[in-house]
């Protein structure tokens, strides 16, 4: 990435970047500078972290390629990154170096539908993903009256066992977001793409400026928790563990109470983690009877010392894993080559809906960390690549996966986008 792209922030940039100003002659108010740039040529943005991304959004915004306000945001993804930074206040939308801190893969999406630059979502899946069941609802984000955390009302499952659900009343600042999920190559269940949600999506989208997202996990997926710690099945256990109980019926109480209980589960068995991560032992029970769950992570730590040495086992890797399990676990579908063909020609046939062109194209390479098989990573990005040229006059991608030093952090925090 060229790093003269970032500047410094000033204290109104982020939540006002089109105001002008006295310095440059002109006013908030005037009309310079009124109407959208376009690209002549669409630029792509190749990363290998998905939250990685926003920067380049955040520039295009700043530098007028894309309104502060309103965008669709199409998200092919595996995973819908949707959730929320749960200990974020919700003002640190706005400020971009504890932004960019929060951000992570599965949670740099939702702070900036808060702050109002994304207000559609279009999460496009392939037929493995399930994480979330409806295919059109509301989602209205705030922040909480008592403890001034971001949070949303939505009463999906995915949002429930991560202890983001809270009821509108306890909210204020709240905007409404709209999600669409659609599923594409749905041959390889053998099935049909929805071609009519396909058209009134497409109908949605073209009312307002489009950012295409796509993760190369959407052709083919990992899920790198399943193989880790294997001789002594550590998934097995960890599904047991962390399983969340979903609520008896959609009614705010019922929700409510499962997500107390789900806090309860994840506290105690944080708790039981970060002790063996620290001393490497669980906690001595004086005069006390264990519980369920002490008793079952303690005939885990058993059949892990059984296959491998303590300085082998990853403590906080395993409880990372862990609470990737909800009432489901991770997608894993590793591709074939007849699969993914089937997936590139149900991309190919998705980008036709597209009745005006995306304004900015990012993609994710998601290898790193393994969701992205790293054996068909490169392969599946040279298909990308051409089938995005084939359907869009794009400009030559920017490599930032390439231009990242490995011990370099995303940002410098003294460089940030100017949004």
Not at 126 to 135: C, F
Not at 251 to 267: F, N
Not at 293 to 306: C, F, N
Request: hydrophobic share 35%; with cysteine.
């Amino acid at each position: 990435m060229d790093r003269t792209m970032y500047g410094k922030i000033g204290p109104s940039d982020w939540s006002h970047p089109y105001l002008c100003t006295i310095k440059n002659g002109t006013l908030p108010g005037c009309e310079r500078h009124e109407s959208l740039k376009i690209h002549k040529q669409i630029p792509i943005y190749i990363v290998e972290d998905h939250h990685h991304v926003m920067p380049f959004i955040h520039e295009n915004i700043r530098k007028r390629f894309l309104p502060i306000k309103g965008n669709t945001f199409v998200h092919l993804d595996s995973h819908p990154d949707m959730l929320i930074p749960k200990k974020m206040p919700a003002d640190h939308a706005y400020d971009p170096e504890k932004l960019y801190e929060a951000h992570d893969i599965e949670n740099w999406i939702m702070p900036n539908c808060y702050t109002g630059i994304l207000h559609h979502l279009v999460w496009v899946k392939p037929p493995w993903a399930n994480q979330i069941k409806g295919t059109h609802q509301k989602i209205y984000i705030g922040k909480c009256k008592s403890t001034s955390l971001m949070r949303l009302e939505c009463k999906e499952n995915y949002y429930v066992s991560e202890e983001l659900f809270m009821l509108r009343k306890d909210m204020e600042a709240i905007r409404p977001i709209t999600l669409d999920c659609l599923t594409l190559g749905s041959r390889l269940v053998d099935a049909e793409d929805d071609i009519q949600q396909m058209k009134q999506i497409s109908e949605s989208i073209s009312k307002s400026s489009t950012i295409l997202d796509i993760d190369l996990d959407f052709f083919s997926t990992t899920n790198p928790f399943l193989g880790l710690y294997d001789k002594a099945d550590l998934y097995v256990h960890l599904q047991s563990l962390f399983r969340f109980n979903p609520p008896k019926s959609d009614s705010d109480v019922d929700i409510l109470a499962s997500q107390q209980e789900r806090i309860a589960q994840l506290g105690e068995l944080e708790t039981l983690f970060n002790h063996l991560n620290e001393h490497n032992s669980l906690p001595i029970l004086e005069g006390q009877t264990p519980s369920a769950r002490y008793t079952e992570v303690a005939s885990l730590v058993e059949a892990l010392r059984e296959f491998y040495d303590d300085d082998e086992i990853d403590w906080m890797l395993i409880l990372d894993g862990g609470c990737t399990i909800d009432d489901r676990g991770l997608p894993h579908n590793i591709s074939t080559m007849e699969e993914l063909d089937v997936m590139f020609k149900s991309f190919e046939n998705f980008l036709d809906i597209f009745s005006e062109a995306p304004r900015i194209i990012t993609i994710s390479r998601s290898s790193s960390d393994e969701y992205t098989p790293p054996d068909q990573v490169e392969y599946i990005q040279s298909k990308v690549l051409e089938i995005l040229n084939l359907k869009f006059v794009c400009a030559s991608p920017v490599l930032h996966y390439l231009e990242m030093d490995a011990d370099e952090e995303i940002l410098d925090t003294d460089k940030v986008p100017n949004v």
